[in-house]
């Protein structure tokens, strides 16, 4: 195996190193936390759904803990597996993840966490977050040179 370094007499810039850990996964964190904020405010001050539990209620009309806490971690593990996967496998395991979501979504309601609106359809949930974490995975593997 053969190692090249930097010569230190050229003009060219070395290659900056590619963030590793955690750290490879703060930006998709960071965007899926935004997004997921203005998603939330937008559905709610459209009247499309509401958070009757929530913290904070006095002062935001969303579930502030889930857009700025869960969904960032949560983006973590599955970015990881994502990242394992190949091919066709990816767009197979984002529409078990949006399923599985649309039902969370389901029991949250039967807990009181989470009310729609009467034209509300659970296959709004499953397509958004089909786009949601489609949109996200893109932007991870770009922001790390991986597509």
């Known amino acids: ?24 996964y703060i930006p998709a964190m960071l965007l899926a936390s935004l997004l997921g904020t203005y998603l939330d405010l937008y559905f709610t001050g459209k009247g499309m759904y509401s958070f009757p539990i929530r913290p904070f ?35 197979i395991f984002v529409l078990a993840i949006s399923i599985a979501m649309a039902a969370a979504e389901k029991i949250a309601e039967s807990l009181g966490m989470f009310v729609h609106a009467e034209n ?20 991870h593997g770009w922001m790390n040179g991986n597509r």
């Open 120 to 139: 509300w359809h659970h296959l709004y949930t499953f397509t958004g977050y089909c786009l949601f974490i489609g949109l996200i995975a893109v932007f």
């Open 57 to 91: 209620s006095g002062i935001f009309t969303i579930n502030i803990l889930f857009t700025l806490a869960v969904l960032p971690i949560f983006m973590i593990p599955l970015l990881k597996i994502m990242e394992s996967l190949k091919g066709r496998f990816r767009g």
């Open 1 to 24: 195996m053969h190692t090249v370094k930097h010569l230190k007499g050229s003009s060219s810039q070395p290659l900056p190193k590619r963030p590793s850990g955690i750290k490879a």
